[in-house]
């Protein structure tokens, strides 16, 4: 298995609403990681994990709270997102912090209303 | 990481080769060139990396100057199917994405 997989693929929230983001892959990466990228922009790193513990956080706000519960899986919980937060979220994997060759996946496409 | 500059966009002919510049004049020693690309509303694609030497892979090839202060993705016969957003990266622990260049290969 040589995939990133994200779930959902689409998500249409609430102001109100909590939601969750699902990021998996089996190809025994230790290093795992958010981005968030906005419409004819690129992507922006939100967070890493690596070895299932947070490293970075890039001064996202706390709407945004990631949780890595072993180490195929991420997550993205939200709440309380603002119109301004509707953007593709992608999540990508590498075998560590210091390897290259980032896999990404295809993204969840949220929209807030 | 340092900071890279491309071109925003550029257009390339079905079947010739389209050379993609960079430069990354204050890149450090350490640091590796990176390309990604990113095909329409996809997740990014690694596509080859580089430090000193040129190097080439079953996708592309990467042209380093000696100085390394700019590099060149060479995609030797375009076709419409690498349509993408190209990405050239300086990477030292992590991805930070530029603004890149759009390529169009016209039919």
């Known amino acids: 298995d040589t995939e990133v997989t994200q779930t959902p693929k689409h998500l249409v929230m609430g102001m109100t609403n909590k939601k969750s983001l699902k990021c998996e892959q089996h190809?025994?990466?230790?290093?795992m990681y958010w981005y968030k990228q906005k419409a004819k922009k690129p992507p922006e790193l939100m967070f890493v994990?690596?070895?299932?513990?947070?490293?970075i956080n890039e001064s996202v706000p706390s709407r945004f709270s990631p949780e890595c519960p072993n180490s195929s899986l991420l997550n993205l919980h939200l709440h309380a997102l603002q119109p301004e937060d509707s953007a593709l979220y992608l999540c990508?994997?590498?075998?560590?912090?210091?390897?290259?060759?980032?896999?990404f996946g295809s993204g969840t496409r949220l929209t807030v209303v | 990481d340092a900071k890279t500059t491309q071109p925003p966009s550029m257009d390339c002919a079905e079947g010739r080769a389209a050379n993609l510049p960079c430069n990354h004049s204050?890149?450090?020693?350490?640091?590796?060139v990176y390309w990604y690309r990113q095909i329409h509303s996809q997740g990014p694609q690694y596509i080859i990396h580089?430090?000193?030497n040129n190097e080439t892979n079953e996708m592309a090839s990467l042209i380093i100057t000696e100085d390394r202060k700019s590099s060149t993705l060479i995609l030797p016969h375009a076709t419409l199917r690498d349509t993408a957003v190209y990405y050239c990266?300086?990477?030292?622990?992590?991805?930070?994405f530029g603004s890149g260049t759009q390529l169009t290969v016209l039919p």
């Open positions: 990508a994997s590498s075998l560590d912090r210091d390897s290259y060759g980032y896999t």
């Open positions: 190809m025994g990466h230790r290093a």
């Open positions: 994990y690596s070895y299932e513990k947070l490293s």
């Open positions: 204050t890149i450090s020693g350490n640091e590796y």
């Open positions: 580089g430090l000193k």
């Open positions: 990266i300086a990477y030292s622990r992590q991805l930070t």
